[in-house]
């Protein structure tokens, strides 16, 4: 699930992966090398995701003795239960649906 906002895609999969690294390593270093990602490539998810909701989701501290860090703020950290939420609401809706249409999907472990 995806949530737009004009052009650009203030919230995906992705971007709450993301959200949740920078939980979880305290860093967008650490949070980009778990997901496989650049430094740039992260640092610019978090830059669109800031720009897109009311104040920041996540909030840096430059370098220094100790290093620098990057913390997901109370919003930030809402977002991403407001987000889990939406996305297990929207999987029970289609929950029909969605076992309909596994049935077209070939089965990979029965190609090769």
């Not at 977002?79 to 289609?94: F, G, L, P, W």
């Amino acid at each position: 699930m995806r949530i737009s906002i004009g052009a650009a895609t203030a919230l995906g999969p992705g971007k709450v992966g993301l959200l949740q690294a920078i939980h979880h390593h305290g860093s967008i270093s650490g949070a980009a090398r778990e997901m496989g990602m650049s430094y740039r490539r992260a640092w610019m998810l978090v830059d669109t995701m800031n720009s897109c909701f009311t104040s920041d989701l996540i909030v840096t501290s430059t370098g220094g003795k100790g290093g620098g860090g990057a913390v997901v703020t109370p919003l930030g950290q809402d977002v991403i239960a407001r987000y889990q939420d939406m996305e297990t609401k929207a999987a029970k809706s289609v929950e029909v649906e969605a076992r309909a249409f596994a049935k077209l999907l070939k089965d990979p472990s029965k190609e090769g």
